[in-house]
């Protein structure tokens, strides 16, 4: 039997806390990834090539031993920058990363992932069409090209377009059951959460909205 709304709401949290409800955060593939692109890699080429590009210019080499304080600061103070830099970007990144979270309450949802947020009430979600899926089925939602969002091996986040072109938000962390939820804005939700449908069933629960996009019992003009 359904739940009663109206008990659920006056015992409900303002937030559902239930883990099950959770977006999967990153993978732990994904976090080496991210360390690999944005530290191990750049730091790597940046203290490499300097030393290698000597090797093959014996002029360039001769001028920069000549000079005792150049050959300090090529030696030591430009890796150290370099290093620090890097170390600060792959920080942030990971704040970013570890930023993935679904917040459900009586006038919405809340999609808070690395650099993105996105509020929307119940009468901007379609959940009549809404439906958890295998994205290896349906080919067409498949997340294929990045409009304005992050993307490392495993993890997505933010503005993609589908196969089909369609516009995507999307917050997955590399599995293939996901939750589709199309919008009245223009553009699907696409999320993977711990529980897909259960997430479904409670939003159905919570929604105050029919498949006509209105409150029960507002008066029409």
Known sequence: MR???????????????????????????????????????????????????????????????SLQVQAWIDDWIAPGIVVLLMAGLWIALECLLRRHR????????????????????????DLVAAKVIDIEEHTGSRPLLKSNGVAVPGFRSGWFRGRDFSRLFVATAGGTRLLRIPTRLGYTLLLQVVDPGLLLDRMRTLSPVDRTGKTPGARGR
Not at 102 to 122: K, M
Request: charged share 15%; aromatic share 8%.
């Open 3 to 65: 739940t009663d709304r109206s008990v659920l709401m006056s015992t409900a949290p303002r937030h559902w806390q239930d883990p099950r409800l959770r977006l999967v955060p990153a993978s732990s593939l994904s976090h080496a990834w991210l360390a690999l692109l944005s530290f191990v890699v750049p730091v790597a080429l940046a203290l490499g090539l300097p030393p290698l590009m000597h090797r093959f210019d014996s002029t360039a080499h001769w001028v920069s031993r």
């Open 102 to 125: 679904l917040l459900v309450d009586e006038a919405g949802i809340t999609v808070a992932t690395t650099l993105y947020t996105r509020r929307l009430p119940w009468r901007d979600i």
